[in-house]
């Protein structure tokens, strides 16, 4: 079966760089998946969860900002301003953040649009991270051992 040959590079380093069989990303334009022998192709990426699949193994990356590059011959570059991979994210800490840039937007009226606008990507990066880093929590079926099940057998028990 033919594979994508797929790097994930930001201005520090390399996170990954293997031969995959699909990835989704976050484009401005809405999420796409590029499979082998896609078309050529260049967009920007928005904050939001990046997925590479390769057989049974699935890699999670919270990136935001850059670009993504498919090239003939199933080559494709991700250029991110920022990523990390689901296992390298503190959640409370991009919780602490999303908290703190909520706070500061409900003071929207008091600041300049450039202001507001960097608030916004801030809390859009941090909810990207949220997302992917609880991917580490969950389990076979998607839900954590903290997550809906466990709720509802507490409150079955009330």
């Keep these: 079966m033919a594979k994508l040959n797929f ?3 930001t201005p ?3 996170l990954l760089n293997e031969q995959i069989d699909s990835l989704t990303c976050p484009t401005t334009t809405g999420e796409i998946t590029v ?3 896609h078309i050529p192709l260049i967009s920007s990426l928005q904050s939001g969860e990046l997925v590479a699949k390769n057989g049974d193994k699935t890699e999670y990356f919270a990136v935001s900002g850059g670009f993504v590059e498919v090239r003939p011959g199933s080559n ?3 250029l991110a301003d920022t990523a990390e991979h689901y296992t390298e994210i503190d959640e409370a800490r991009a919780e602490e953040a999303k908290m703190r840039a909520q706070e500061l937007m409900r ?3 008091q600041m300049s649009s450039a202001e507001y606008a960097k608030l916004f990507a801030s809390l859009q990066k941090n909810l990207a991270r949220i997302k992917v880093a609880r991917r ?3 389990g076979h ?3 954590g051992s903290e997550g809906i099940l466990k709720d ?3 409150n079955e028990k009330e």
């Design 141 to 143: 079926y998607g839900v």
């Design 107 to 109: 003071k929207a009226s």
């Design 35 to 37: 499979l082998p022998n």
């Design 136 to 138: 580490s929590h969950r």
């Design 76 to 78: 494709v570059v991700v």
């Design 12 to 14: 520090e380093r390399t």
């Design 152 to 154: 509802r057998i507490e």
């Design 7 to 9: 790097q994930i590079v």
